[in-house]
């Protein structure tokens, strides 16, 4: 009875803190799961960078230059009404409307005149013909929207491929570090047992220099990893316009080999054309062939049509009968102006000269990026197929100087090996695994790079 109290009593005294132990467990298996959700991953970056690089609203904002110069070459084929005004003093005076002789015969007093002028008035005039130099602007403009299409799309494929480099660099740095970590804390433990084999007369204290040495040189070395995140997550964040970045998700490694002869096949030549930067060069002709046009407008004739309507008015002067008296009188005219340039010293040659060098440099450009292009291709898959060897064959060797580093440290701990012997094999396997999880992240690398060239990017 004594007893069943006692544990009644503990109960109640400790349930408060067991339910508060409960609750910082829940606690703790929840806080992991934030921490996840909060984490950025590669989808958002790039969603983020889409939205907020400062380079990419640049871009964006070429497409609007490109309207608003076709709305303004539009424009030009209306014509322009302009109001215009003048007053003007003589010396003598001035009739308000050219002479004719009914006029004349009206008599003296029909006849305004005044020593200071006024005219008001529009002034409408159009451009009817320039040797279809007009039209061939109008085209220029059109093709160079669509090129400013087709960087933006260029822009964005690039923006994304520099994003995933960036977050994926990020992520082989942190998994290097961390395996640096382990590398620096085997060696902070190797070197306290020397310490304390020394101090007992068991090792020599060559052997607790030696590694100190090295734990001193691993200690850099991690901290040189640590400045390189630093330095690649502002890198990052300044591309998705943030002021800090957030954790990153990991990504998953699945190296897998791509068949050179099925990526080609895939991407034939007469597909390779379709795509944007090609499609890009293609229009850089085109334009450069429209501006052969324009120049070679300048051998037709300018026909320009021209009309006005106002008032001319003003006081007329002391010696008219009606001195001082306002008057007015009504003026319009229109008519057509020819203007053909039969001689101007070779300058509109220089000029077609000169659009067909630009015609040229831009058939070279084109060639030049399909050339570049399917070497590109060519690097990118080999890259791959690289990485994946490269990821096998280090994976593999990891495992053996794992198990030599663990042989190594069994025969230095029983004192049938040398301490250089453990630290060689110590840096080995580290470099090992370095390469390992550096080889890891290339072949993502490699593998976006392919992407960028194939412009699927926003696609992945």
């Known amino acids: 009875m004594f007893e069943s109290k006692i544990k009644t009593r503990f109960f109640v005294l400790f349930s408060p803190l067991l339910l508060i132990g409960v609750l910082v467990q829940m606690c703790w298996l929840v806080t ?12 958002k970056c790039v969603e983020l960078a889409l939205q907020n690089n400062p380079e990419l609203q ?22 322009k009404l302009d109001l215009v005004s003048s007053y003007a003093h003589y010396n003598l005076p001035r009739t308000l409307a050219p002479m004719t002789p009914a006029l004349i015969a009206s008599g003296p007093a029909m006849v305004p005149t005044t020593e200071n002028l006024f005219t008001a008035g529009l002034v409408y005039e159009v451009v009817l013909f320039t ?31 520099n994003v995933k480099t960036f977050y994926v660099n990020i992520l082989s740095l942190k998994a290097q570090r961390a395996a640096q970590i382990n590398y620096v804390e085997a060696l902070q ?13 068991k090792k020599a204290r060559i052997d607790q220099l030696k590694t100190a040495a090295d734990l001193r040189n691993a200690e850099a070395q991690q901290i040189r990893i640590e400045a390189n995140i630093t330095i690649m997550r502002a890198s990052l964040a300044n591309l998705l316009g943030v002021d800090s970045l957030a954790n990153l998700q990991d990504v998953r490694l699945l190296p897998e080999k791509i ?25 850089a002709i085109d334009k450069n062939l429209k501006l052969i046009q324009k120049e070679g407008g300048a051998w037709y004739p300018q026909i320009v049509l021209n009309a006005g309507y ?19 009188q009504e003026v319009w005219q229109a008519g057509l102006n020819l203007k053909w340039n039969i001689f101007d010293f070779g300058k509109t040659k220089a000029k077609l000269r000169q659009a067909r060098i630009l015609e040229d440099q831009s058939r070279y450009a084109q060639v030049k990026v399909k050339l570049e292009l399917e070497r590109a291709l060519k690097e990118a898959i080999t890259k791959i197929n690289t990485a994946v060897t490269d990821y096998k064959s280090l994976e593999a060797e990891l495992a053996l100087t ?3 580093e663990t042989i190594e440290a069994l025969r230095f701990a029983q004192g049938v090996a040398d301490i250089n012997d453990l630290l060689a094999i110590k840096a080995r396997n580290q470099l090992a695994e370095s390469r390992f999880i550096a080889a890891g992240y290339a072949y993502e690398n490699a593998k976006y790079y392919l992407d960028y060239l194939l412009e699927n990017g926003e696609n992945r």
């Not at 992991?32 to 989808?43: H, I, K, Q, W």
């Not at 433990?189 to 007369?201: A, N, T």
């Open 259 to 283: 068949d050179p002869e099925m990526v080609l096949e895939n991407y034939s030549p007469d597909q390779i054309v379709g795509l944007e930067r090609l499609q890009a060069a293609q229009l």
């Open 402 to 404: 794992r198990e030599t």
């Open 32 to 43: 992991p799961a934030r921490a996840d959700y909060a984490a950025l991953s590669l989808e």
């Open 131 to 161: 040797g279809f130099a007009q039209t061939r602007t109008l085209e220029i403009a059109a093709l160079q929207k669509e090129i400013a299409g087709k960087n933006l799309k260029l822009s964005r494929e690039q923006l994304i491929y």
């Open 189 to 201: 433990r190797l070197h306290d047992d020397v310490v304390r084999e020394v101090r007992l007369g």
């Open 310 to 328: 106002g008032q001319n008015f003003g006081p007329n002067d002391s010696d008219h009968q009606n001195s001082g008296d306002w008057e007015n």
């Open 58 to 79: 640049k871009q964006q904002l070429n497409l609007k230059l490109a309207d608003e110069d076709i709305a303004g070459q539009k424009s030009l084929n209306f014509g």
